[in-house]
Nanobody
């Protein structure tokens, strides 16, 4: 079974940027959904951005042009570039591929 390992989380000030990366242990195929979700304390896990099995890119409304998802099929990675971060973006960010989830990486936006 494929394994996903996220990296790139950390502490950043409001207005700052972070880049999250997720490396898959096997080839990532376009037929499966690939993307990022997040879960803040006391809240449900929610979609941030993803590539659908049909090749469409979906973004959550709260992204509003601040985040960009990209993939490198040759390296089996998916990346989430996050700009103009806000305190409400604080959460554990999870990479997902098909039905598999990574362990998550903490993003904290605070001054």
């Amino acid at each position: 079974q494929v394994q996903l390992v996220e990296s790139g989380g950390g502490l950043v000030q409001p207005g700052g940027s972070l880049t999250l990366s997720c490396a898959a242990s096997t080839s990532i195929l376009a037929i499966y959904v690939l993307g990022w979700y997040r879960q803040a304390p006391g809240k449900q896990r929610e979609l941030v951005a993803r590539f659908t099995s049909g090749g469409v890119t979906n973004y959550a409304g709260f992204v509003k042009g601040r985040f960009t998802i990209s993939r490198d099929n040759a390296k089996n990675t998916v990346t989430l570039q996050m700009n103009s971060l806000k305190p409400e973006d604080t959460a554990v960010y999870y990479c997902t591929y098909g039905t598999v989830w990574g362990q998550g990486t903490q993003v904290t936006v605070s001054s």
